[in-house]
């Protein structure tokens, strides 16, 4: 069984840094970031662009917009190491691609399939959208509802989990193996 490390915080936390200082620890030259992020205007663009300078070349990148879980198993099969940025972005993703909730947490419960037995080590980043006010809009309120189902089978799926509060790592879970 491969180590996964959950890490998750608020925005501007430090999260995908620490995912990467992280994944970097890891052996191997075989390193993929799974990039949920579809970069829609210039200011997306940009952040895409300093993460990719961040985590240099020696990342090749695959695209996942939305189909996560295939492609978390299919790349363990060859890699040493994936990184998944981010998770909140894929249910936003999966929000804009279908309209049944129903279908939606499919794909998140699939989330969990591909993460029982990974072929290496995972690392995922997610935002925590919980701590905040309840949203005032149905829509608003379902991203919260969905974001917190796939966290919280990526923390149950995962070996450790890391909060991240102003830039600091607090591990929350430790599995003993």
Known sequence: MSDTIFVIGGCRSGKSRYALKTAQKFAGDNRIF??????????????VARHQDERGSDWETAEVPLDLPDAIQAHSLTADILLVDCLTLWISNLMMTY?????????????????????CPVILVSNEVGTGIVPQNKLARLFRDLVGSANQIAAESSDKVVWMVAGIPVTIKTREK
């Open 34 to 47: 799974l990039a949920t992020c579809v970069p829609d205007d210039d200011e997306m663009k940009q952040r």
């Open 99 to 119: 309209q049944d909730p129903a279908a939606i947490e499919a794909h998140i419960h699939s989330l969990n399939d591909a993460l029982a037995e990974p072929h």
